[in-house]
């Protein structure tokens, strides 16, 4: 495809150029191998070099305009809508999306830049009192001046734009690195998309690499003072500590292990569609999936045969074909994961209602129950087309169930009585949470993450003023201090 080839840069201090790395990053389509394209990895000189130029552009675009800003995400929504089919089939072919994830995806991409448009407005400063006759505390709200964004596989346009629009519309200078499986989807498309609506050269810059080239040197560069990290809970951890040893702010969006529980006045076909969709979309791999379906022991037959038979007509397939439902899993690693993952459970003593076989990346569905109590699978994330079906007696027990994970990213609770899902809802240790409805939801004003190894911070609405902006304290004596000495 020319697009692939047309982006495989760098793009830094608004040039496209190769990296001077000594390997190739090779961008393969998941569904049937074909070499999308050939990306030189960028190395830490070239990373130095997109931060410098971040650094330096952002001093001038600070000071422009609010109004000036807003009109680079009207031009890049207008652009998203007339390239629709073009991101969407560059969706399918890089992540084996299918189309109605690439639908998904886009509809979410649109919402969080017109989201943009109206955050370049919203940071107000304010005057505060003082116990000083004479003064005057005035607080203004500044950019943070560089920002750091590392996106993710899964989703990676909408991830990636989900952090750099709204750190440019607030006034800063970006430094973008997408996952190596997704770096047109998940960084050339999105420096092209601002190129293109009117942003200053320099800042917005994309390196496409990998820690075995960089090491730690995207994190650890002086220049940005915040970094926005989407992905493993274990990567997470280890830059929140670079993070942290180099005084940066770190917002970390992580992975999850969400419980979708039916209730025993739960609509039970309706909780079936949702819980289908909840564990299948995208073939499992989103942080907000359903891990786990907890049903109340009373409605567990109904449930459990409804949601198996709903299951087995998901089309797995080419996910170019409008038809399919499940694609391919990113690569082979993460198809022989899953893949073990199953055998591992059912050799434990689980039951297999349904176990999908696997060829090549496609990975068939395959839902599991009589899983021990104890064992590790219900306090992980899977990253794929596996659902686990957990019983329970109790609102009580479906609590401790679905808390017992060292994750805390969404969830669920289907019942008649909306009331008694919320207040089941407070009682689950995550940071979002649905009633009625499926565990994968994300709006652009709502606070967006996770509570223990989900991450730290949040994203979305009044979130990305608090993550991309300080405050600063300036005083002004109107008349004369005293002083002591």
Known sequence: MSLFTDLAYQYIDGEWRPGSGSWDIIDFNPYDGEKLASITVATAAEVDLAYRAAERAQVAWGETSPYTRRAVFEKALRLIEEREEEITQAIIAELGGTRIKAGFELHLAKEFLREAVQLALRPEGRIL????????NRVYRLPVGVVGVISPFNFPFLLSIKSVAPSLALGNGVVLKP??????????????????????AGLLNVVITDIAEIGDALI???????????GSDKVGQHVATVCAANFKRAILE???????IVLDDADIDYAVDAAV???FVHQGQVCMAANRVLVDRSVEKEFTEKFVAKVRTLKVGDPADPATHIGPLINSRQADSVTALVEQTLAA????????????NLVEPSVLTGIATDSPVLGQEIFGPVALIVPFDGEDEAVRIANDTPYGLSGAVHTADIERGVRIAKRINTGMIHINDSTVHDEPIVPFGGEKHSGSGRL?????????TTQKWISVQHGRSRFPF
């Open 129 to 136: 009192p003082s116990p000083v006759d004479g003064k005057e």
């Open 179 to 200: 996952h190596q499986n997704t770096p047109i989807c998940g960084g050339s498309l999105v420096g092209k998309l601002f190129e293109d609506a009117g942003l200053p």
């Open 220 to 230: 650890e560069h002086p220049v940005p003072k915040a970094i926005s990290f989407t």
């Open 254 to 260: 992580l992975g999850g292990n969400s419980a979708l």
């Open 277 to 279: 969709f909840s564990r």
């Open 349 to 360: 003593g689980a039951t297999a209602l349904l176990k999908g076989g696997a060829v090549g």
């Open 460 to 468: 979305n609405g009044e979130s990305m003023i608090e993550a991309f």
